[in-house]
């Protein structure tokens, strides 16, 4: 079974960082990139960027760029997103998927970070 | 970068209706790198169609997905009480950049 088990909910500090971490397992890792997705409390979904596992290399949205970093580790099967900088409008439930574009498509159940002085 | 609109933002109907959602996209894009999503609350996105019209496993066929280039439409043909949810389009045309529309709740 394909699951995606992300890290728990954080609470950080305006301009502080986040690191979240999603741990994949059920399938070849290296086989698929890992999608970043958030959604803000209320809002629609918004594609922060991806990573190929087998080789580290990350595609950002050009909103993030500069502020986001995306990365796999192959041997712990594990892809990492880190947004640093944080606003009070970064407070979202972000997600870790595989949007393979085809049948082959699976989220995490989310991460929710607050960012609150 | 490839924006989405959808519309409308709020879609009230009753069970037994048809859905017709609309996205629109700020280039031509190919359909066979376009899908549809549904999201319930509290839950992640689920997959309903994906190369523009193919209806991802264990979806019923009520569910519908067409166009091309820049205006694509999910139907669903007759609304059951399970399909009031948020509706997502989502185009991987411009890979490795992908993008989502805004959302179409489709409520009671």
């Known amino acids: 079974e394909v699951q995606l088990l992300q890290s728990r909910a954080e609470v950080k500090k305006p301009g502080a960082t986040v690191k979240i971490s999603c741990k994949a397992s059920g399938y070849s890792f290296s086989a698929y990139y890992i999608h970043w997705v958030r959604q803000a409390h209320g809002n629609g979904l918004e594609w922060m960027g991806l990573?190929?596992?087998?080789?580290?290399?990350?595609v950002y949205a050009e909103k993030f760029q500069g502020r986001v970093t995306i990365s796999a580790d192959m041997s712990a099967e594990t892809a990492d997103m880190e947004l640093s900088g944080l606003k009070s409008e970064d407070a979202a439930v972000y997600y870790c998927?595989?949007?393979?574009?085809?049948?082959?498509?699976?989220w995490g159940k989310g991460t929710l970070v607050t960012v609150s002085s | 970068e490839i924006v989405l609109t959808q519309s409308p933002g709020t879609l009230s109907l009753s069970p037994g209706e048809r859905a017709s959602l609309s996205c629109r996209a700020s280039q031509t894009i190919s359909s066979n790198y376009f899908a549809w999503y549904q999201q319930k609350p509290g839950q992640s996105p689920r997959l309903l169609i994906y190369a523009g019209s193919t209806r991802a496993t264990g979806v019923p066929d009520r569910f519908s997905g067409s166009g091309s280039a820049t205006d694509f439409t999910l139907t669903i043909s007759r609304l059951e009480p399970e399909d009031f949810a948020v509706y997502y389009c989502h185009q991987y045309s411009d890979s490795p950049r992908n993008s989502f529309g805004q959302g179409t709740k489709v409520e009671i």
């Open positions: 990573v190929d596992p087998e080789d580290g290399q990350a």
């Open positions: 998927a595989i949007l393979a574009g085809h049948d082959f498509d699976y």
